[in-house]
């Protein structure tokens, strides 16, 4: 006996996604339906070799439903997954809302598995911002051995991190480079972003960190340690998809640059590809549709006593959301459902 999945906004990049990796990993789904707005009522979706009719999310009834997993922004969400907790159906949640609630577990399950337990609080479970994910699978194992006191971390973040919208601008901006008669102004983003960086995720906070550098700071001391320092600054580069982030780490206890290598080879979620050579690493074009987070530039950082540099890079439409999320309902199914 498998489980009843609704995958909540599936005609989003993210949702889209979720389906996607439902069928490629196999979830044992007995029924999967396709929700999403009126606006988007009757889209067609795909699900492995299915295609499926997307349905009225307004007028559904989760009763009965066993994992909804939710794609839709934290405004919706905050009307809908309430309805579906309460029938009974467990949401895991890719929006904001619920991530910095303390009776709602903040998962990533290559990490804190055992989190998904306190579900049963009030049935949600929270997907992590996208570049905190593919950070803290590749700190969690570092941190088990050596314990991490302080994470300096900078991003350069895909425009998908920012939807459709921001794919879409990416590539009108870069086409009217070459036309100047099709001049495409800035809307999605604050400045351009073609040929450029932004150095500017969310809004500004009081503090002078945008919202998205203190997600980062948030997030990774709620899944791993409240103890970690972690300072961040988070750009938007113009790739398409795939965030990459430079880290710098500082541990308590001495960790050679080879046994940090040889533990992220051997942790779960993360393929490490550190030559030191010309393209001896990975870019975030090399890593699209892929499961991993990749490791490369693996060294010793003698500034400090106690400090390693790497980077990191991975599908942020893969780990940084959809795939964390059903691999979230895969722990739940091994640790709580166990169904079938």
Known sequence: ???????V??????????????????????????????????????????????????????????????????????????????????????????????????????????AVEMVHKNNIIANPNCSTAQMVVALKPLH??????????????????AGKEGIDEL??????????????????FTKQIAFNVIPHIDVFMDSGDTKEEWKMVAETKKIMDPSIKVTATCVRVPVFVGHSEAINIEFEEFLDEDEARDILREAPGLMVIDKRQDGGYVTPIECVGDFATFISRIRQDTTVENGINLWCVSDNLRKGAALNAVQIAETLGQRVLKKG
């Not at 006996?1 to 995958?7: C, I, P, Q």
């Not at 302080?150 to 973040?157: A, D, K, L, N, P």
């Open 144 to 161: 088990d051995r050596a314990r991490i006191k302080r994470v300096v971390v900078s991003t350069y973040q895909s425009v998908s991190g």
């Open 171 to 188: 590539w009108d901006q870069t086409k009217s480079i070459y036309n100047p008669t099709d001049d495409k102004p800035a809307k999605k």
């Open 1 to 7: 006996m498998g489980y009843r999945v609704a995958v």
């Open 9 to 114: 906004g599936a005609t989003g990049n993210v949702g889209r996604e979720m389906l996607n990796i439902l069928a490629e990993r196999q979830f044992p789904a007995d029924e999967v339906v396709a929700l999403a707005s009126r606006r988007s009522l009757g889209s067609e979706v795909s699900y492995g070799d299915k295609t499926l009719t997307t349905k009225d999310l307004d007028a559904f009834d989760f009763t009965g439903w066993d994992i909804a997993l939710f794609a839709i922004g934290s405004d919706a969400t905050k009307i809908y997954a309430p309805k579906a907790a309460k029938a009974g159906c467990i949401v895991i949640d890719n929006s904001s809302l619920y991530r910095y609630d303390a009776d709602v577990p903040l998962v990533v399950p290559e990490v804190n598995p055992e």
